[in-house]
């Protein structure tokens, strides 16, 4: 039998890291202080944050390299391309400089025993399988899109070459990484039908239950920027509003609504689709829009709404949950989910009994499902309660984390002989 490796040290590789407004970002934060509590040796291996202005945030300079220490957590920020410019060419210039920037420090810095990675931006498959053989590490990623099937779906990339790619880049990942962390089921079956061969461990996204509780009070400020009346009625849309969210539902649905003045719709974040949602809501007194807010507010944000909203366009995010749910659901907030009855995020609201999938799509659908529920308090509360009694139960920092230290160890030491 041979010997288990007792040595603990990880390098957690991100391309997006706090203080960016980035779900995995945190959730990454996190798991590190809670590795680094427990003895691990934790370094961070991201960019400067500009996510997702595109405009490096103060007081950081973009340079070459800088080095930070958050507690016992190593922090080592890498020069990136970074463009205030939308464009998909400036996301891919944005992309690939983070490939290069990590390929190069990992060639040559400190040993890691393990190296885990977010799977995003795709090119990194190939980086680190090379660098994991040439180094000797173990390397773990970490699914949390499918990619490059999301880019394709919407149309953001056509060129067949590079789709071959890309399709390329995503088996080998698979097949060559040590272990597998995705967030969900229909994800353990999409990466085994595509060549893995490692460990495959099935560790949802989690949300700190202790940060974000039913405190219905603190929402008042949130209401008061974006000047909401307190006794009004407000559906909540919070975090990223990307592609596939299909977010312009919402608006069309606050449209139809438009002659209820107790009734209003409040965007909080940011994301590509803003300009359009901008711009259809012209002239829509009950729509309001706010930025990103800093982190110490988010309990506020999430505990301003009456209700939550997510969208997802019909036939997208099949598998994996917007960040944004757990946080409604740890706000104790019903959710009206405008997405794929069995999409994972329609089947996480209906298993929890914390709100109504609707088609999606469709603004009259949500907006009458809005309506339904505000119709009746109780059931609404009841809903909100489930939501957080659900996420507790299963979703909780502490017994997700505990399963990310679990596997890492078992990576380390590799199968007893």
């Keep these: 039998m041979s010997k288990p490796n007792n040595s603990k040290s990880v390098l957690f590789l991100s391309q997006w890291f706090p203080p960016e407004h980035a779900p995995m970002g945190y959730m990454l934060k ?33 340079q070459r390299i800088l080095r930070e220490m958050m507690g016992n957590i190593k922090i080592t920020r890498l020069w990136l391309y970074t463009s205030e410019t939308r ?5 891919a210039l944005n992309f690939l400089s983070f490939v290069l920037s990590s390929f190069f420090y990992l060639l040559s810095c400190k040993k890691p025993n393990l190296v885990f990675a977010v799977l995003q931006p795709l090119p990194l498959g190939a980086t680190l399988t090379l660098l994991a053989k040439l180094r000797g590490f173990k390397l773990i990623f970490n699914v949390q899109d499918l990619h490059p099937d999301v880019l394709v779906d ?12 890309l399709k390329w880049i995503e088996q080998t990942a698979y097949r060559q990484a040590d272990g597998l962390a995705v967030i969900c089921q229909g994800f353990k079956t999409h990466v085994e039908q595509h060549g893995a061969s490692g460990s495959i461990a099935v560790i949802p996204n989690w949300i700190d ?21 307190s006794h009004a ?73 009456t209700i939550s909203m997510v969208s997802l366009l ?7 949950v917007p960040s944004k749910v757990l946080g409604y659901m740890a706000a104790g907030k019903a959710v009206v989910a405008s997405v794929d009855v069995q999409s994972e995020t329609g089947r996480l609201v209906q298993r929890a009994e914390c709100g109504v999938v609707v088609e999606p799509g469709s603004p009259q659908a949500l907006l009458q499902a809005v309506e339904q529920l505000l119709s009746n308090p109780q059931g ?38």
């Design 30 to 62: 996190e798991l590190a202080e809670n590795l680094a509590a427990q003895g691990w040796e934790v370094e961070v291996v991201t960019g400067f944050p500009n996510h997702p202005s595109g405009k490096v945030q103060a007081p950081y300079v973009k």
């Design 87 to 91: 464009s998909f060419i400036s996301r």
């Design 154 to 165: 919407l149309g953001l990339i056509k060129s067949k070459p590079v789709i071959k790619a």
């Design 209 to 229: 239950i202790d940060e974000i509780k039913p405190q219905p009070e603190q929402g008042l400020l949130v209401r008061q920027m974006a000047r909401i009346p």
């Design 233 to 305: 009625a407000v559906v909540l849309y919070a975090g990223t509003i990307g592609h596939v969210s299909g977010a312009q539902v919402v608006v069309q649905a606050a449209k139809l609504a438009a002659s209820n003045s107790n009734l209003h719709w409040l965007f909080v974040g940011d994301g590509p689709l803003l300009p359009q949602l901008h711009q259809l809501a012209q002239e829509l007194p009950n729509v309001h829009f706010l930025p990103f807010q800093p982190r110490e507010l988010l309990p506020a944000v999430q505990n301003c709404a």
């Design 314 to 320: 019909p036939g997208k995010g099949t598998f994996s």
């Design 380 to 417: 609404m509360f009841i809903a909100g309660a489930n939501g957080r009694q659900y996420l507790e139960q299963h979703y909780s920092r502490t017994q997700v984390c505990a399963q990310y230290a679990d596997f890492f160890q078992q990576t380390i030491q590799g199968p007893v002989q």
